[in-house]
């Protein structure tokens, strides 16, 4: 946030905002909720214009940036060649997010098949019993809860998932990590090439896991992705494998952060940790209130097909939007007392999956495992305690922390 004059501005490089973000937020819904953005465009703070430029279908991912446009910044920054020999434009040409219709109806309706919300609910007792075999291995009064449980947990789920073998996973979650910086608006040119080696490295690897599962057909998600069809067009060499890399890391970042905000969140709600530990049937809402209280995904954005007028302005045709998910969350017009974590606030819907046709694909996987891990941590250790300092990504589009040292006492 960024003030000139009286007005304020959306500022995610404001000092302080990594730490905290949440005072920013406030001031903005208070003062500007609808502003034009310091990177052009417009920027929406309020639950009922974000919700509604979300469901919009003149609202655009396919056309996020205008090509000229990009080229032009790159350019400007000697970063054209780099980006161009980079696996970036393949990327996001071909992701599951940035695809309009009618592409993208055809690849999410082939993608979702294997993420119903029965077959979710059976990988239960597995993702517990993932979660047992890491707590076996740990040492209970000193841990790390990214490093130990937030980051792997997700990642064996998605790697077992996709029949990736155990001893093959570390790489991943590495790659996983660094390519998740491109969703960041602004990057250095080290965060860059790393992101780039990691989807590199990616696409290296599901290539011949994919051609393996080719020649030797089986049960399981990437099986039945090879195998999707539908009217006779299943999902072309490029769109499978560029989505591979997107499922693991959509799957892998977000929830690791759902799982460490919301430990975070409870160490400093003492009050709502005993509500919790009292009564612990209040697990699968309360992890609805952390994804409102601490979203995983701060913002999003979009490109209008055609103007849309929402909150009182017209986003004009080509123009871009910014959609504070997070800020959406704390309005007070939707949620009463917006700034408390309540655990037992009823009927909560954030904007935290999104809403509209891109609804988070994995939203039920990421509620299952959020339920599992803190419904054990409440259930197992209700006294667990911080031990250190913890420390925050320097990720903004995708908020969490980087390490969060505990002491699990039962
Ligand atoms: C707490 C964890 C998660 C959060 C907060 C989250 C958040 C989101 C959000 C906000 C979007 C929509 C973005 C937009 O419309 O611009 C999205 C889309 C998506 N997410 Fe998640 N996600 C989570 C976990 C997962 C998991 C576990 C998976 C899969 C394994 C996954 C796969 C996807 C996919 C494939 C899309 C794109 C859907 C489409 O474009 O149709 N996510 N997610």
Known sequence: MTEAGTQVFFNPFEPGFREDPYPFYRRILDEAPVHRSLIGGWVLARYNDVNAVLRDPRASTGSIMDPNQRKALLEASGMWDVWQESAVPEFMNNIVLLKDQPDHTRIRSLMSRIFTPRSIENLRPRIQQILDDLLADLDPTNIDLIGDIAFPLPALVICEMLGIPAEERGELKEWSAAAARLLDPIM????FDAADAGLK????????????????????????????????RGLSDSELLTNLVFLFGAGHETTQNLIGNATWALLRNPGERDKLVADPSLIKGAVEEFLRYDPPVQVTGRSALEPIDVGGITIEEGERVILLLAAANRDAEQFPD???????????????????????????????EGQVVLGTLIERYPQFAQTGEPAWRENFTLRGLSKLPLSLTA
């Open 188 to 191: 250095d040119r080290g965060v």
């Open 201 to 232: 490295g990616f696409h290296e690897y599901f290539t011949a896991l994919v051609a393996e599962r080719r020649a030797k057909p089986g049960p399981g998600l990437l099986g039945d992705l090879i195998a999707a069809e539908e009217d006779g």
């Open 338 to 368: 917006p700034d408390r974590l309540d655990v037992a606030r009823p009927d909560v819907h954030p904007l935290s999956f999104g809403g509209g046709i891109h609804f988070c694909l994995g939203a039920a996987l990421a509620r299952v």
